[in-house]
């Protein structure tokens, strides 16, 4: 799938360290501005526990997990909506990411420079927004300007544009998002058309000092990345990517032994790839036995024959059914056999949504 969850902040913050420990691609790191320019794309395995429960079930010659791309989008500055800072070029690359992955710093350093002279969470925060806002503020009054004329007359599509602009306007000039704003479905349609900065889901992520991971709520900056999440009905995730890129040079004895010692466990970087997943609303299912047990990506609300054409066009084109177990039953009886003899296993026709967790074999006919 080509979605792709863009990781911004402001220059310095750890961006690209957060890049690097995800993706393991190298991208340049630097203790100054704009050492990011161009956007560094990469696949990043998703990490699921389930799957080696699945092998340990049903063995296969191998295991496939699932992926999905983040984008390292250079740093914002203030004025980035007016061309600081190459902004134009760095607001265009958001636009075409999906969902923002917003880094914050939430520690002390002297020896790494903060953009503003001073770490100040919520005012590095406020920077990104307001200029998001602006962005989105100056395309909406281009856009209504085009529109508004085809509403006065009979054009009910340009009607509901120019209500929906309407709509959005407002809050752009209080200086808040259009997540933050009930659409309903009609409306939705219209919005998604607009490409709008601040309509995109958002995942904040707090980067904070080594010795706080094992417990984040110590970090008076994190607590206050929390509370202003928290407004924005916004998911907050704490780590350290100066730490988690160290991990990630680490063999798994190593590994274990770090994580034990920072009191986590399991690196943060496998909670923030979950929760960028699901942010995006991608879903898992698998398929198992044989050659490989593999997860495959599907957009939450999927039918199955259109979770069937993740894996094969031909397997939706010629779409029977679905003989379908959820992993958790998989998980309790221990056994495919014993999930049938449970009733467990489902046979499902065109119309089933596919679940997070469905373990399916497609019958097809081509």
Do not use: C
Request: glycine residues 8%; proline residues 3%.
């Amino acid at each position: 799938m080509a979605l792709t969850a863009g990781i911004v902040g402001l220059p310095n913050v750890g961006k690209s360290t957060l890049f690097n420990a995800i993706t393991k691609a190298g991208a340049e790191m630097a203790n100054y501005p704009f050492a990011t320019i161009e956007p560094n794309v990469g696949m990043v395995e998703v990490p699921d526990k389930r799957l080696a429960r699945i092998q340990e079930i049903e063995p296969a010659d191998k295991i496939i997990p699932t992926t999905f791309e983040f984008t390292d989008i250079a740093g914002i500055v203030k004025g980035a909506s007016q061309g600081e800072g190459l902004g134009n070029k760095f607001l265009e690359n958001i636009r075409q990411v999906n969902a923002i992955v917003h880094v914050v710093r939430a520690f002390d350093d002297d020896q790494i420079i903060h953009v503003n002279g001073v770490v100040n969470p919520l005012d590095d925060i406020d920077t990104i927004n307001t200029e998001l806002v602006l962005a989105d503020l100056e395309a909406v009054d281009k856009r209504y300007a085009k529109v508004a004329r085809a509403a006065k007359g009979n054009d009910k599509e340009a009607k509901l544009e120019a209500a929906v602009l309407e709509k959005i306007k407002p809050v752009l000039e209080a200086g808040k998002s259009v997540r933050t704003i009930d659409f309903n479905e009609e409306e939705q349609a219209v919005v998604k058309g607009l490409f709008l900065l601040t309509s995109k889901p958002v995942l904040y992520v707090a980067n904070i000092a080594e010795d706080e991971m094992g417990n984040p709520t110590q970090s008076a900056y994190y607590q206050q990345i929390q509370e202003f999440a928290a407004s924005e009905n916004a998911e907050v995730i704490a780590l350290s990517a100066n730490a988690e890129e160290e991990i990630t040079q680490l063999d798994e004895d190593e590994k274990a032994d770090y994580l034990e010692l920072a009191g986590v466990d399991e690196p943060g970087l496998n909670k923030l790839i979950r929760a960028a997943y699901h942010l995006l609303d991608l879903r898992t299912f698998f398929t198992a036995g044989g050659k490989e047990t593999r997860a495959w990506t599907f957009k939450a609300g999927a039918k199955a024959p259109q979770a069937a054409g993740v894996i094969h066009s031909d397997f939706e084109r010629g779409f029977i059914r679905a003989e379908t177990m959820s992993f958790e039953d998989l998980d309790q009886y221990g056994s495919v056999k014993a999930v049938k003899e449970a009733g467990k296993l489902r046979s499902e026709g065109k119309e089933y949504v596919v679940q997070d967790g469905d373990i399916i074999e497609f019958r097809f006919n081509v």
